[in-house]
C-alpha cells in the first residue's frame, strides 16, 4: 500500500513560483515512476510531469521551462517547482504513482489534490 499526500499548493499572483511536494509512503517510491497531474474546473485531468526512477524527466509543452520536476529518494517525496505561473495554471494538483512503464501510461496510487489558484 502507497499513500501520497502533497501540499505546498496556495494563492499567487501571476509570474510568482510555488513548490509542491508529495510525500510518499512505503518501500517502493525509489523504484517508482512518478507523475504530477492537474485538474482544472470544468475540464479534464491532464498530465504535467513525469519522473522517471532512472532519472528522465517528461512534460507537458505548456510547462516547459517554468516547472521542474525532481525527487528525493531518502525522504521519499517528489517535487513540482513551479516558476512564472499564469493564471491558465489554476487547478488542483495531483500526484500519482505509475505502474511500470504501462503505456499509455497507468497509475495506481493518487494524492488527494492540493489547490494551486493563480491571479491575474
Known amino acids: 500500500q502507497v499513500q501520497l499526500v502533497e501540499s505546498g499548493g496556495g494563492l499567487v499572483q501571476a509570474g510568482g513560483s510555488l513548490r509542491l511536494s508529495c510525500a510518499a509512503s512505503?518501500?517502493?517510491?525509489?523504484?517508482?515512476?512518478m507523475g504530477w497531474y492537474r485538474q482544472a474546473p470544468g475540464k479534464e485531468r491532464e498530465f504535467v510531469a513525469i519522473?522517471?526512477?532512472?532519472?528522465?524527466?517528461y512534460y507537458l509543452e505548456s510547462v516547459k521551462g517554468r516547472f521542474t520536476i525532481s525527487r528525493d529518494n531518502a525522504k521519499n517525496t517528489l517535487y513540482l517547482q513551479m516558476n512564472s505561473l499564469k493564471p491558465e495554471d489554476t487547478a488542483v494538483y495531483y500526484c500519482a504513482k505509475k505502474i511500470g512503464n504501462t503505456k499509455p501510461p497507468m497509475y495506481d496510487y493518487w494524492g488527494q489534490g492540493t489547490q494551486v489558484t493563480v491571479s491575474s
Open positions: 519522473s522517471g526512477y532512472l532519472g528522465s524527466t
Open positions: 512505503g518501500r517502493t517510491f525509489s523504484s517508482a515512476n
